[in-house]
């Protein structure tokens, strides 16, 4: 099944006020940070020996005038990389996410550093709310999984299988004070009448003779 797209989505520096929180494990991304670290060392070595040999090169003619001038741009270019490699390094190496129940909302969010990538949920429209056994982990680790629209979605990494019910507890309580009409309403909408009928003139009835 494909993956589930939140009903809202927004980026913010500062994470939702209110609700009930749920504690969710922390994400094991500290391999990502190291690679792109170290490819931030290296594109940052490589720029920094053209800058030096820039430095000590001297302006005879106009080749080498116009040899620096492609050097610099050259330069300048590379550096955007080596700027991009060191802000994903940061960014992976205080990586977390965060989870909550506000009113009616799921609210689920990961954080890049300062950023947070706030992804609601409506808690009517969730379906089959579960538990799935978590690969390459020990047998006591579950992942928590639910239907949402078209797709499916999950929340949080892997984790043990108490905690992980307590959070489907809280989660399964706050979804049942959502109004059942609202529950109804989006689970199934009221077909819309056809063209067909509506089009149609009124049937017209003949008076007896």
């Known amino acids: 099944m494909r993956k589930a797209r ?20 922390p994400r ?3 391999p990502v940070g190291i690679f792109f670290g170290v490819a931030f060392v290296i594109f940052a070595a490589i720029a920094w020996s053209q800058i030096s040999s820039m430095r000590g090169h001297e302006i005879r003619s106009v080749f080498d005038l116009a040899f620096i001038l ?5 330069v300048l270019g590379w550096s955007v990389g080596v700027f991009f490699l060191g802000a994903m390094t940061v960014l ?11 009113g009616e909302r799921l609210i689920y969010t ?9 992804c609601e949920y409506d808690l009517a429209k969730i379906r089959n709310l579960r538990l799935e ?26 984790m043990d299988r108490a905690e ?16 059942r009409v609202a529950a109804d309403e989006t689970a199934a909408p009221s077909p819309a009448p056809s063209r067909a009928r509506a089009a ?7 008076p007896p003779p």
Request: proline share 10%; charged share 30%.
């Open 28 to 30: 094991r991304m500290w």
């Open 164 to 179: 992980a019910e307590k959070l489907i507890a809280v989660i399964r309580d706050a979804a049942a004070r959502v109004p």
């Open 133 to 158: 056994v978590a690969e390459r982990h020990p047998k006591e680790t579950v992942r928590i999984s639910f239907d949402y629209g078209n797709g499916s979605s999950g929340l949080g990494d892997a």
């Open 6 to 25: 939140p009903e809202r989505f927004g980026i913010s520096l500062r994470d939702e006020k209110g609700g009930t929180p749920l504690p969710l494990p």
């Open 70 to 74: 492609f050097q610099g741009f050259w």
């Open 200 to 206: 149609a003139p009124p049937e017209r009835r003949e």
């Open 92 to 102: 992976f190496f205080f990586y977390g996410e965060s989870a909550q129940v506000a």
């Open 110 to 118: 990961p954080r890049l550093g300062p950023l947070r990538l706030r």
